[in-house]
């Protein structure tokens, strides 16, 4: 590696971030999510137990969404926007771990705020 390379890697996944944040709708909807799931855990005064759950379950949809959007990006490039039953397969295939990352970020939902709005 050469001098400097540990800040412009960085500086690439700060550029992948910004990417995903403006130019992809469902990331902002995921990013809306979580604020509005930090605001309520400082309204209901989480413990840090539940604060380090939420955090992991946050991240894990927003880490899932972005390479979600990275594999939609290449098998856009590579397949020039022309149909291909594989193509579709992977695009699908992470448009479900996104599905599934967010119906677990619900059922974390339930169970870190459920008991303290009773």
Do not use: Q
Not at 13 to 27: C, D, F, P, Q
Not at 41 to 55: F, I, K, N
């Amino acid at each position: 590696m050469g001098k400097g390379s540990l800040g412009k890697s960085f500086n690439y996944a700060i550029a992948g971030i910004l990417y995903a944040l403006t130019r992809e709708r469902n990331m902002r909807i995921h990013v809306l999510a979580a604020c509005a799931a930090v605001a309520l855990g400082l309204y209901v005064d989480l413990s840090r137990m539940e604060w380090g759950l939420l955090t992991i379950t946050i991240t894990l949809v927003i880490v899932i969404e972005m390479v979600n959007t990275a594999v939609e990006k290449t098998v856009d490039m590579m397949t020039g926007g022309k149909y291909h039953p594989l193509a579709k397969a992977a695009k699908n295939v992470a448009a479900g771990a996104v599905l599934l990352s967010a119906i677990n970020a619900l059922v974390m939902a339930y169970i870190i705020f459920v008991p303290h709005l009773r």
